[in-house]
């Protein structure tokens, strides 16, 4: 049998699919994207785009179908829906300065839960991905939304409290170890990493090594084996999709499910907290009571409905924020007036965070720094009022959040100098 001859750049492909065997691969040939093999196949019939070929041998071709690389992220997020992979594959250096065969690399690994294009996204909801570990009763965990760069871990007993942490979480990716079988959970996405990388040893080293500390005390996990191990081992998938880019995540946060109430899926399906009967946000409890104004704080509201408080202290503060809000009329007025239409500040500072702002993406941040201190001087102006009772108002918990954010109209002014040059 003649051997089947392999050129350079069908050999690199094969190199770099070998290491991408659960993605389709997007290949950067010129002006477009190829996808070859099985995988042109399935993007084919996904995209509805033309397959063709290329001969590959003495009497044998290479199934392909490709897209423009302008019109890329259409394409990749319409896959994502699908519950898929995407291996981006760019040519690495100056085609003019380079002879022979192009370099070429995988820069980013698109899964559902790790996407943070807007063009991908609900800026109304998070975006978690969320990994679980399991030994017998005993569940690990973690839980991070790399748009806003949250990260959460904890660990508790009980498959019923895994499946209410689930419901409530509504994962975009589950994240679990390879020999987990018997158990999949409920996510739009299901992808597997090697069991030792949630061996504890691995897991504090990856965690470690990402905050620069030599404990995790710090964080709360320190003596937490299952909480620590799938933190661990979440955070080493979050680098290896988005090769390395993670400085969006800052903090580690451990919580105890104990401090909410656990509701089922078929409680929250029943109670219409976030989406109706029949799937829809209309008429459900959420959409009667959203009435903010921005990206922000309409995530933040969905959180609050999914995970009510059990805390007694944590409840009045949060009522006393309420009602100062409520008994202020203008007040309210002057702030919903500056904040609305302010673009999403969270998810774009994790955008410049992650090494992927663009200078759009920086104009913006600029506009919302600019409001920073008339939001300010609003709640300083109205926080010197005092309760009936003489006690200081409420608001005054919302002043320290306030003042942690000195200096942004210097920030705001670098950034349109910066722009305008």
């Not at 050129?7 to 699919?17: A, E, N």
């Not at 829906?81 to 820069?107: F, N, T, Y």
């Not at 992650?354 to 926080?383: C, H």
Request: glycine residues 8%.
């Amino acid at each position: 049998m003649a051997k089947t001859t392999v050129t350079p750049s069908r050999q690199q492909y094969l190199d770099i699919k070998a290491q991408h065997q659960d993605a389709i691969v997007f290949f950067r040939l010129g002006d477009f994207y190829e996808t070859f093999d099985d995988d042109a196949k399935l993007a084919a019939e996904v995209l509805d785009l033309v397959l063709t070929s290329r001969p590959q041998g003495k009497n044998q071709r290479t199934p392909m179908a490709g897209v423009p690389y302008h019109a890329a992220e259409g394409y990749i997020a319409r896959l994502i829906a699908k519950g898929h992979k995407v291996a981006l594959c760019e040519q690495i250096g100056d085609s003019s300065q380079i002879k022979g065969l192009m370099p070429r690399e995988v820069v980013r690994v698109f899964t559902a839960g790790t996407v943070i294009e807007p063009g991908m996204l609900d800026a109304g909801r998070n975006n978690y991905l969320t990994a679980v570990l399991l030994e017998g009763d005993r569940v690990g965990l973690a839980y991070a939304d790399v748009t806003t760069g949250e990260f959460a871990t904890t660990q508790f007993n009980g498959r019923r409290r895994l499946t209410e942490e689930l419901a409530r979480l509504d994962p975009a990716e589950l994240l679990l170890p390879d020999s987990e079988l018997a158990y999949q959970g409920e996510a739009k996405a299901i992808s597997r990493l090697p069991d030792w990388r949630f061996e504890e040893g691995n897991a504090r080293q990856t965690l470690m090594r990402h905050f620069g500390v030599e404990s995790l005390s710090a964080f709360g996990c320190e003596g937490k084996s299952l909480a620590t191990r799938v933190a661990g081992a979440m955070l080493y998938y979050i680098q290896e999709t988005q090769k390395g880019a993670v400085g969006q995540i800052q903090r580690l946060a451990t919580y105890s499910v104990e401090g909410f109430m656990a509701l089922d899926t078929a409680t929250r399906r029943n109670l219409e907290l976030t989406e109706s009967l029949g799937g829809e946000r209309s008429g459900s409890l959420l959409r009667v009571l959203n009435k903010t104004v921005t990206p922000m704080g309409a995530r933040l509201l969905r959180d609050r409905i999914s995970r009510p408080l059990l805390d007694v202290d944590s409840l009045n503060g949060r009522l006393n924020q309420v009602d100062t809000f409520f008994n202020d009329a203008l007040l309210r007025a002057d702030l919903r007036a500056t904040l609305k239409g302010l673009p999403d500040l969270e998810r774009l500072t994790n955008r410049v965070l992650s090494g992927k702002a663009t200078p759009r993406d920086l104009e913006y941040i600029g506009v919302a720094l600019t409001a920073v201190p008339e939001i300010g001087n609003q709640l300083s102006v109205n926080g010197h009022r005092s309760s009936v009772n003489g006690e200081p108002s409420p608001i005054s918990s919302l002043q320290s959040l306030i003042a942690n954010l000195d200096g942004c109209s210097e920030a705001a002014s670098i950034i349109e100098q910066a722009i305008a040059q």
